[in-house]
Nanobody, 124 residues
Framework: QVQLVESGGGLVQVGGSLRLSCAAS????????MGWFRQAPGKEREFVSA????????YYADSVKGRFTISRDNVKNTAYLQMNSLKPDDTAVYYC?????????????????WGQGTQVTVSS
């Protein structure tokens, strides 16, 4: 079992930045690939970014490439999502998730554990 707790969400103006954190407890954090997903009101949950178990590989949705950066600290058992140049379309609840899978990390079905989510609101 892995427990995930997100933090760092909030209200920010267009063009601003936020850093989300995902603190993990339970089984060895470094055994898992980590992903970030988001869900806006009335929309399906969508992939944002993922990082391999040791951090050597990162993946991004086209909509956030060049603006968001995913990272992880396997000593602190925490994953991060640095979000810059935020846009109103980035407004959503952001979820972190853990996967034992090494591939297909953009797929929701690859993930076994999910956090409760943190709200990000970008005001124009």
């Amino acid at each position: 079992q892995v427990q995930l707790v997100e933090s760092g969400g909030g209200l920010v103006q267009v063009g601003g930045s936020l850093r989300l954190s995902c603190a993990a407890s339970g089984r060895a954090f470094s055994d898992y690939s980590m992903g970030w997903f988001r869900q806006a009101p009335g929309k399906e949950r969508e992939f944002v970014s993922a990082i391999s178990w040791r951090g050597g590989y990162t993946y991004y949705a086209d909509s956030v490439k060049g603006r968001f950066t995913i990272s992880r600290d396997n000593v602190k058992n925490t994953a991060y999502l640095q979000m810059n140049s935020l846009k109103p379309d980035d407004t959503a609840v952001y979820y972190c998730a853990a996967a034992q899978a090494r591939w297909n990390l953009a797929q929701i079905s690859s993930y076994h554990y999910w956090g409760q989510g943190t709200q990000v609101t970008v005001s124009s």
